[in-house]
């Protein structure tokens, strides 16, 4: 009997032990990190899960619940999904409709940009990548009553109509302000654009120019037939970029288009306010309206993100 | 069919409030057909005078003439030459066939049939006909090399320009590619201005050497009039390998006297020395000969330093004795010789051999006398 005790002591002691040994080892300092990282990551997610859980909820479950418990059983409900995607649906198109081509447009005129500031050689270059740099500091906000009263005095409306735009058959009303938005968003992007290819063309060994030179490559040809196919990892990061930055802009939207009303182009930034205006706050709805917002960017990040990471690192 | 001319051709660099000289009133002339390498030490303007030939430099006075016409101002797509790179500058989303028709598509109205034969033929030409599918990454370092070669030959330009082409390879793939450059060169009879810093490859496959040192044209000639008459110090001590041994020494009237030892010249050299006193002797390390002891008169009495065994001849450091510095002496004598560090030897310096500079600027005083006798030809 005492022999047993005995021997359960000391099996006992040999597991403290064995735990006390692993801890002063080098192990504690990664069990440390382990606990820290694990504690972070939920600190991240909560406001995540806190909104999944809230958009599954029933009104009177919101009210009675704190945001961080599961919706409780009875009260779960896909209603506030439903109601967002009622109303955002019709202004995702919008949305796409202008944020795909001033991405494209602004990464090809970036990348021009960079590929003469970088693989052409003329005088000025260095004051006008100043300008380019300059152009990516210039906030939002600052510029928003110049850009607001451009937009006045440029009547693209009357423009596009003596093009005889509006006689074609899939010609909306909406479309100018559409157009607003593509040309603006393409104008501040190409800043940053040209910014991020020049840093990558920068790598590109300069040898690779010369040699085509001499083969009696022109400048654009030099550009069409070797930078633009060498491109293709940082117009990934470009595109990418651009699109979340585009997409998710709201307060050019909110100037440039006014309300909320998707056939006046208002994008899908301003339809997920007009969710979260009104007298009585439905956060289930918004909460649904805001994941129903992100998804987009969503899939392109899943889609997209390793080329992303592989064109960042050079 | 091109004859390329320097007229006082100066490059020089701003660097903040310095004018940095790159090329310094460079004259010379390369001959159609003509296989001129450009050697010299690093930063001595070799590169920088081929990439004013090839347009990639502007150039800041003087004149550059090919096949009559001056260059300079124009641009290198104008200019008809094709220029092979240290780096090999292949396009590496481009496949070899892409690679070295570019030129073809961009400088020529060819179709494509008549491109397509070029760069078949080119390739069957350099061995690379297999290769024609694949991108420069699949390549190992000499078939890229072979690659961009084929780059520059299918364009048959005026003149080819060579950047240390060899520089990339092992040692093995270097020798053979300097026979077949130098015969692919024979077979084209394209003007080629060949750079690199190896004076064995200036040697050994160079129709004329030209030789750079800071900017400034040294000598040109043909390697053996650059080995055996070199115009200046920095010649004779830049062409050959090991190089020539360089000692000081004082001319006293028929006595040379150097720091270790003293030297009685004949009646003949004395002259060709006339009144210069700072003289700096030179002697190539295969004409020094070693013997047993040092017996006649100008002989020195040596002790072994090192010996650097090479199979087919060994190299013996020597130092004088009673010698108070580090400084040996580099003899090249047969491999069957066998001398073991530390031995006491002679070390005997044929007059006929010597070099002499003028200590004070480093030009050539006297050049060794070489019996006509001595030059025979193998077969009549």
Redo the contacts between chains.
Sequence with gaps: MIGLIASAQATTGDLLTSVRESLTRANRKYTVAAILAVLLGLFWVSPLWGGISTAFKTQSAFINTIPLSPPPAGEVTIQPWLRAWETLSPSLGNSLIFTLPAMVFSGVLGSLAAYGLTMVDWRGQVAVMATFIVAIFLPKQGILLPLSRFWNAVDLQGILSSLGYFSLPFAHQSHTTLLILIITHTAYGIGICTLLFRGYYLTIDHDLVEAARIDGAGVFSIYRNIILPLSYPMFMVVFIFQFTQIYNEFLYALILVGGSDPSAGAPITLALAELNSGFSQNWNNQMAGAFITAVPTLIVYVLFGEQFAKGVKY | MAQLTFDDVRKTFQEGNNEIVAVDDLNMEVRDGEFLVVVGPSGCGKTTTLRMV???ETITEGQIELDGRSIRGM???D?N???V?Q?Y?????MTVFDNMA??LR???DLSEDEIDDLVTETSEMLDIKELLNRKPSELSGGQQQRVALG?AIV?DPDAFLMDEPLSNLDAKLRAEMRTELQRLQEEFETTTIYVTHDQTEAMTMGDRIAILDHGELQQIGTPMECYYEPANEFVAGFIGEPSMNFLRGTSDGGVLRMEDFSYELSQSTVESIGSTTEITLGVRPEDVEVVPEATQTNDVAVEVDVVEPFGKENNLYLKPEGSDTDDTIIATVGGRKSVNEGERVGMRLPEEHLYLFDRSDGTAIRHPTVEAEEITPVAE
């Design positions: 090839a347009g990639l641009s290198p797509q200019r030459i094709a220029m790179f780096s500058a292949l396009y590496p989303h570019f030129g961009e400088s020529t780059r364009r």
